[in-house]
């Protein structure tokens, strides 16, 4: 089975566990609201992630689809703030949710989807320490976005390691804890999902500058044209590269202005890869010890 095909397969056992949990919403505007942040599908990769753990640590997918539930829970949940933040209009090629509803519905949508993550994590109350790190460290990391934080390397990868590493440092972590793993396993699985994470969030920054709108099913140049932190950004700015200069590029020409910058980017996500390996090193060769790697392989590879 290839990555895409997992993602499928694991995506569909998570998804079998949120229908239920828009019963009883009011009113029936947040509930339409709650209904479609949860029905706007991404790749799952962070519910993969969480249940992968849990088989590398000898338990099955199965019983760890709780804990992907509440881990996507709050991925969507950040979505439609990261969207509000940053007025997108478009996620996954859909109508953001604050440009349907409205702001104000779609901050209290945040609060709903982050509640039911919490309900749902009470079936172990030990996972919810767990995401209640990746709630705070996210927080951080929306507002180091804000104040301009990153002003080099080291900055941007603890920015990205809060904005986005966190969360898949605990779908990693939560995944080990269902799956009976020891405290050894969990902080590796937890440091393997951090530094993967972050790969993730560097990828991210290349797909920025190389792909266009409807490829990527959201707006493309945002980070330039948000002054939001970006890898490349800072290191076509330490090469003397003005923002202006890049501003009055079309994709193409951005593209071509800073491939030495996007190279560099891509050694980053691969460091950060190799990283997040060495944290499996003590594991047991198994299948779902090399799908954990394969899927940091995809991560940094993908093409949206």
Known sequence: ??????????????DSELPDLL?????????????????????????????????????SASEASFAAASIELIHSSSLVLDDVIDKSEIRRGRST????????????????????????????P????????????????EAMELVDYAKDKN???????????????SAAEVGSMVGGGNEEQ???????????????QVRDDIL???SNEEDLGKPVRNDLFMGRPSIVLLDAMSSGISIDRMMKCNNGELMHLVADSIDYAQEVAKDELDIAKGHLDEFDESPAKRTLI????YIISRSK
Request: proline content about 2%.
């Open 126 to 141: 030990r996972i919810i320490y767990a995401i209640a790190d990746s709630l705070f460290y996210m927080g951080e990391g």
């Open 208 to 210: 920025d500058c190389i």
């Open 294 to 297: 394969e899927l940091g392989e």
């Open 23 to 59: 019963h009883g919403i009011r009113p029936p505007e947040l509930a339409a609201a709650v209904a479609y942040a949860m029905g706007s599908r991404g790749k799952r990769i962070r519910p993969a992630l969480v249940t992968l753990s849990c088989e590398a640590v000898g338990g």
């Open 186 to 200: 969990n902080r590796n699985l937890l440091e393997f999902g951090n530094h993967v994470g972050i790969a993730f």
């Open 97 to 124: 949710i604050h440009k349907m509803w409205g702001t104000d519905m779609a901050l209290l949508t945040v609060q709903i989807l982050a509640a039911l993550s919490l309900k749902v994590a009470t079936k172990d």
């Open 1 to 14: 089975m290839d990555i895409e095909q997992l993602l499928a397969e694991r995506a569909r056992l998570v």
């Open 155 to 169: 900055s941007y990868l603890e920015l990205a390691f809060r904005k986005t590493g966190s969360l898949f440092g």
